[in-house]
């Protein structure tokens, strides 16, 4: 199974990468680092990505990003900035896939519990994750009808990130990271589709 990695130089992409490394033809994607770079902010680049890598089975992204500040604050260019990472950067990841995926291949995305559990200064990130986890919902069916699956895995705050992130999560128990890698696992070796696998 050949399976590109985007993002699987950070902090849950790398654990994801250490998991499957070995057993699969794994390609590494990231945006200064890796095997390959792609800056997901620019379709032009995920399309560049894709013919380099040619064909493929399956593709898992781990990367993007969006900024953490109180809403008072927040302006129309903070939610872009999310919109084109975050949001934008994966679903065009997905949709470039479409064309380069295997019969039988599957998407997954990275969304987060802020969509459903939010914090102080998270609105931005609730609203990119909120959508990250409708497009898989609306888009399934379609993804289905050619022949491959789409998921997100919606991960807590994560132990590896709880130093440097916990003070904005109040209450919040971080996940552990081998939980947050069996559910890029279960995206990608099971039959499920069109689900939002969430890690707590």
Do not use: C, W
Not at 104 to 125: E, F, K, R
């Amino acid at each position: 199974m050949k399976i590109l990695l985007i993002g699987g130089t950070g902090t849950i992409g790398s654990k994801v990468a250490k998991r499957l490394n070995g057993d699969y033809e794994l390609i590494i994607a990231g945006s200064s680092s890796g095997d390959v770079q792609v800056d997901i902010t620019s379709p032009e680049s995920i399309q560049k990505l894709f013919e380099e890598t040619g064909p493929i089975d399956a593709v898992i992204i781990t990367a993007g990003s969006a900024p953490v500040k109180p809403l008072a604050n927040s302006t129309n260019k903070d939610f872009l900035e999310g919109v084109q990472s975050k949001m934008m950067g994966q679903i065009n990841v997905a949709l470039t896939a479409m064309n380069y995926l295997n019969e039988g291949g599957s998407v997954t995305l990275t969304s987060g519990i802020l969509s459903d559990d939010p914090i102080p200064q998270g609105t931005i990130l609730s609203t990119i994750n909120g959508a990250i986890n409708g497009f898989v919902t609306g888009a399934y069916g379609e993804f289905l009808q050619k022949g491959y699956r789409i998921n997100a895995v919606s991960p807590a705050l994560v132990e590896d990130s709880a130093d440097a992130l916990g003070d904005f999560f109040p209450g919040h128990t971080p996940a552990k990271m081998e939980h947050v890698v069996d559910g890029y696992e279960k995206s990608l070796k099971t039959l499920i589709t069109g689900q939002i696998i969430n890690i707590e």
